[in-house]
T-cell receptor, first 111, second 114 residues
Framework: GESVGLHLPTLSVQEGDNSIINCAYSNSASDYFIWYKQESGKGPQFIIDIRSNMDKRQGQRVTVLLNKTVKHLSLQIAATQPGDSAVYFC??????????FGTGTRLKVLA | DAGVTQSPTHLIKTRGQQVTLRCSPKSGHDTVSWYQQALGQGPQFIFQ???????QRGNFPDRFSGHQFPNYSSELNVNALLLGDSALYLCASSIGDRGNSPLHFGNGTRLTVT
């Protein structure tokens, strides 16, 4: 399949280690934030979301942290697996479906 | 339970031609949004349809138009194709038009303009 992101920032992690992917968002009025995973040849897949009245939310092996003071969002993946290899996008919105997507980070899991 | 489905998966067109892309939303969803994703970039919002009306539009020219049908499915039309329209076109569905629930994306239509 085609590569989603040919020249994206790349994070390489050893299998079993934890991964942290960072994202700076632009609009201080944004109140809903979402992380998506995109594998080659596929559409973005929802991972986890967080609203602006929270600063942390946990899912299965994933945690999202939100720092509204510095407009920063991070995605932590615990015990990274080969199937986690993909491009990860953060998205922000202020009450509409006009999501603003970040530039994306490619995660490579090393065996 | 079918997710968002898009057709066709791939399409090759010539400059100046017109194209229609189709999307069926996830079962139970009534809102459809369209995004354009150029190679190596994040998706960019084109427009959103709810109750068969265009509710919000991104920074795309009038050559891009759409439609939503009573069964919530949607079409994206692009007229007078340019080389720069080559991209992955993503359809996403959701419930309601308030933007407070996550969009569910299809796998897209890869459009190549030659």
């Amino acid at each position: 399949g085609e590569s989603v992101g040919l020249h994206l920032p790349t994070l390489s992690v050893q299998e079993g280690d934890n991964s942290i992917i960072n994202c700076a968002y632009s609009n201080s009025a944004s109140d809903y934030f979402i992380w998506y995973k995109q594998e080659s040849g596929k559409g973005p897949q929802f991972i986890i979301d967080i609203r602006s009245n929270m600063d942390k939310r946990q899912g299965q092996r994933v945690t999202v942290l939100l720092n509204k003071t510095v407009k920063h969002l991070s995605l932590q993946i615990a015990a990274t697996q080969p199937g986690d290899s993909a491009v990860y996008f953060c998205a922000e919105t202020s009450g509409t479906y006009k999501y603003i997507f970040g530039t994306g980070t490619r995660l490579k899991v090393l065996a | 339970d079918a997710g968002v489905t898009q057709s066709p998966t791939h399409l090759i067109k010539t400059r100046g031609q017109q194209v229609t892309l189709r999307c069926s939303p996830k079962s139970g969803h009534d809102t459809v949004s369209w995004y354009q994703q150029a190679l190596g970039q994040g998706p960019q919002f084109i427009f959103q349809y709810y109750e068969e009306e265009e509710r919000q539009r991104g920074n795309f020219p009038d050559r891009f138009s759409g439609h939503q049908f009573p069964n919530y499915s949607s079409e994206l039309n692009v007229n007078a194709l340019l080389l720069g329209d080559s991209a992955l076109y993503l359809c996403a569905s959701s419930i309601g038009d308030r933007g407070n629930s996550p969009l569910h994306f299809g796998n897209g239509t890869r459009l190549t303009v030659t």
